[in-house]
């Protein structure tokens, strides 16, 4: 039984997020065309697309699991960075009843304003995708698709910083660093997540 862990529901997106997606849309359009879409966030991709996108036909049980001081404490030194909360969003996901990866909603302050990120891993902790689901900075500074692939297939290590295996971005400094940050945030806890997995199962 693991402990500190919260199941809040587990969705199939094949079906209603559908007939939401086009509502979305609709809105989006609506919203861009009196030139609100950039405030709103109207153009990022809702989660339940984002998620889609990354793992198509699978099912996801969208969680909140608590860290202990402990597992805080592990994941800031494995990263390098600071572990703001101890309660964790996360999505685990099958497909045909077999685990195939995680989710983790990463979000933080850019500049003044905030950003959140879908970081996806598939079954062995490696980014698999990340995608933008809130931006609420001038459109300016977001970071472009080939920013985030950057992150496609790698894990945590030394390399996983700007100006290393990451190629920053001209005039949007601040969201690349914000970003690098929070995968590498998120792969750490990720690694601390499966060690209290593996310590359960046996």
Request: glycine share 6%; proline share 4%; with cysteine.
């Amino acid at each position: 039984m693991m402990l500190g862990i919260r199941a809040i529901r587990t969705f199939d997106t094949a079906r209603p997020w559908r007939r939401i997606a086009v509502v979305l849309t609709l809105a989006a359009a609506v919203l861009s065309a009196f030139g609100w879409g950039s405030v709103f966030g109207a153009d990022r991709a809702t989660r339940e697309e984002a998620l889609e996108a990354a793992y198509p036909g699978a099912r996801f049980q969208a969680e909140r699991v608590f860290l202990t001081k402990d597992e805080m404490r592990r994941a800031a030194l494995e990263s390098g960075q600071e572990i703001p909360s101890a309660l964790i969003a996360h999505y685990r996901v099958t497909r045909d009843g077999q685990p195939i990866g995680r989710a983790y909603i990463d979000t933080h302050v850019v500049r003044t304003k905030k950003e959140s990120l879908l970081i996806c891993l598939d079954e062995s902790g490696h980014v698999k995708r990340i995608e933008v689901t809130a931006f609420l900075e001038p459109p300016e500074y977001r970071a472009s698709r080939p920013f985030y692939d950057q992150y496609n297939g790698r894990a945590l290590d030394s390399e996983l910083n700007l100006n290393r295996a990451i190629r920053p971005i001209a005039g949007a400094t601040l969201t690349a660093r914000a970003a690098n940050q929070a995968v590498r945030r998120v792969l750490a806890i990720d690694q601390v997540l499966q060690a209290r997995n593996s310590g359960a199962e046996r």
